[in-house]
């Protein structure tokens, strides 16, 4: 950890007041680069040398990471960074902030966001891995960026919900389907609680269809939804929406819930939703239940 993030540390987690901040506007490319445009980082006139400081917000489980990118006069007024795909941004939130010479940082406004390239993404996944970074207005206006690195990841795409169960459709990169790959659904309290599901598989495409009673046949409890590209014998990957421009889906893609009739637990609702961090899980819950 640099000495700047350790000062910042006590703040990492806090928005600031963003009223006299300066603005940067981000382009994404489909690779998973994001370049920056600041206007006016430090005092008028100022010829030191000036930094785009992403600070990731602390939680109780990490150390305090920090990238610090060069901003280079861009030729228009506005100071340039990028950060291109081959930097590794590891999982969670950026603050973002200016930084002339050895002064204090000031938290960045976002200006434009320009994340066209992110819409429909479909890497090639030869690297192995999928990086996504989107930029970000928090609530309290200021610039953030959401990050992602899977390796491998596997992507949902469209959702059916017919009677008591879902029809899912996704892509895997970064590894191959075998004829032993299959999904399957954890119960998130009991880690060791699972229950399989056959895919079609396609390629690196493929689909399954999950009902939902044998889940609700264990009572009220979310359920995280993964991927087994080679079965028992190899890697389980989380299955997540993240090649598009949207950086917090809980709120955005809703899907209905449907009622569940058990022997023992009585009739619970059951559905579909995403977690904070963009994953697929199934609800199941009371009827008429809340979250």
Same mark, same amino acid.
């Given at each position: 950890?640099?000495?700047?993030?350790?000062?910042?540390?006590?703040?990492?987690?806090?928005?600031?007041?963003?009223?006299?901040?300066?603005?940067?506007?981000?382009?994404?490319?489909?690779?998973?680069?994001?370049?920056?445009?600041?206007?006016?980082?430090?005092?008028?006139?100022?010829?030191?040398?000036?930094?785009?400081?992403?600070?990731?917000?602390?939680?109780?489980?990490?150390?305090?990471?920090?990238?610090?990118?060069?901003?280079?006069?861009?030729?228009?007024?506005?100071?340039?960074?990028?950060?291109?795909?081959?930097?590794?941004?590891?999982?969670?939130?950026?603050?973002?902030?200016?930084?002339?010479?050895?002064?204090?940082?000031?938290?960045?406004?976002?200006?434009?966001?320009?994340?066209?390239?992110?819409?429909?993404?479909?890497?090639?996944?030869?690297?192995?891995?999928?990086?996504?970074?989107?930029?970000?207005?928090?609530?309290?206006?200021?610039?953030?960026?959401?990050?992602?690195?899977?390796?491998?990841?596997?992507?949902?795409?469209?959702?059916?919900?017919?009677?008591?169960?879902?029809?899912?459709?996704?892509?895997?990169?970064?590894? !191959?389907?075998?004829?032993?790959?299959?999904? =399957? +659904?954890?119960?998130?309290?009991?880690? /060791?609680?699972?229950?399989? &599901?056959? *895919?079609?598989?396609?390629?690196?495409?493929?689909?399954?269809?999950?009902?939902?009673?044998?889940?609700?046949?264990?009572?009220?409890?979310?359920?995280?939804?993964?991927?087994?590209?080679?079965?028992?014998?190899?890697?389980?990957?989380?299955?997540?929406?993240?090649?598009?421009?949207?950086?917090?889906?809980?709120?955005?893609?809703?899907?209905?819930?449907?009622?569940? !009739?058990?022997?023992?637990?009585?009739?619970? =609702? +059951?559905?579909?939703?995403?977690?904070? /961090?963009?994953?697929?899980? &199934?609800? *199941?819950?009371?009827?008429?239940?809340?979250?």
């Amino acid at each position: 950890m640099t000495a700047l993030a350790t000062s910042q540390a006590s703040h990492a987690g806090d928005d600031q007041e963003a009223s006299e901040a300066p603005r940067a506007d981000c382009i994404a490319d489909s690779a998973g680069g994001l370049t920056f445009d600041v206007t006016d980082p430090g005092e008028p006139g100022t010829e030191e040398v000036a930094h785009l400081l992403l600070l990731r917000r602390r939680d109780a489980d990490s150390a305090e990471d920090d990238v610090r990118l060069p901003l280079t006069p861009s030729g228009d007024g506005r100071l340039r960074a990028a950060l291109p795909s081959s930097v590794e941004l590891a999982e969670g939130r950026w603050n973002a902030y200016a930084q002339v010479a050895g002064g204090e940082p000031r938290r960045l406004m976002p200006g434009v966001n320009d994340l066209r390239s992110l819409v429909d993404r479909a890497p090639s996944g030869s690297r192995g891995h999928v990086a996504v970074r989107i930029p970000y207005a928090t609530k309290q206006g200021n610039l953030s960026v959401r990050s992602w690195r899977r390796a491998p990841h596997a992507e949902t795409g469209e959702m059916e919900i017919t009677g008591t169960a879902m029809t899912v459709q996704g892509r895997v990169y970064g590894t !191959a389907l075998t004829d032993a790959a299959y999904a =399957e +659904a954890v119960r998130r309290d009991e880690p /060791d609680l699972a229950h399989r &599901v056959e *895919i079609t598989a396609e390629g690196p495409a493929f689909s399954f269809a999950l009902r939902y009673g044998p889940l609700a046949e264990n009572g009220a409890g979310p359920w995280d939804l993964w991927l087994r590209p080679a079965g028992e014998s190899g890697p389980r990957v989380r299955l997540a929406r993240l090649l598009d421009d949207v950086p917090d889906k809980k709120t955005i893609f809703t899907y209905p819930v449907v009622p569940c !009739a058990t022997a023992e637990h009585g009739t619970l =609702e +059951a559905g579909p939703y995403y977690t904070l /961090d963009n994953d697929l899980s &199934v609800r *199941i819950r009371e009827a008429g239940g809340k979250g």
